[in-house]
């Protein structure tokens, strides 16, 4: 599920919008499948975020696999480590 996401408030004006549309964040399909795991989640541990995604997606994948993922994500500044 390799699409973008544009993110605006109904309140937001037309050019918050527009701005929105054209954002992409060209998401590899592991880190889509890892974002779809945390907004399922909302708060996880890596271990947390592994085990639900191998339930959820019916797939083995090494933790690794996830973490990095994870990782890449935070970087760019989609997820939040507290």
Same mark, same amino acid.
């Given at each position: 599920m390799?699409?973008? *996401?544009?993110?605006?408030r109904s309140s937001d004006?037309?050019?918050?919008?527009?701005?929105?549309?054209?954002?992409g964040n060209n998401l590899t399909q592991l880190?889509?499948?890892v974002l779809e795991v945390l907004k399922r989640l909302d708060v996880a541990t890596d271990?947390?975020?592994h085990e639900y995604?191998?339930?959820?997606?019916?797939?083995?994948?090494?933790?690794s696999t996830t973490r990095? *993922? *994870?990782k890449e994500?935070?970087?760019k500044g989609l997820?939040?480590?507290f």
């Open positions: 390799n699409e973008q *996401r544009a993110y605006a004006p037309d050019t918050s919008w527009l701005a929105a549309s054209k954002v880190q889509d499948n271990e947390q975020i995604y191998e339930h959820y997606f019916d797939v083995k994948v090494s933790e990095t *993922r *994870r994500l935070q970087n997820v939040y480590v």
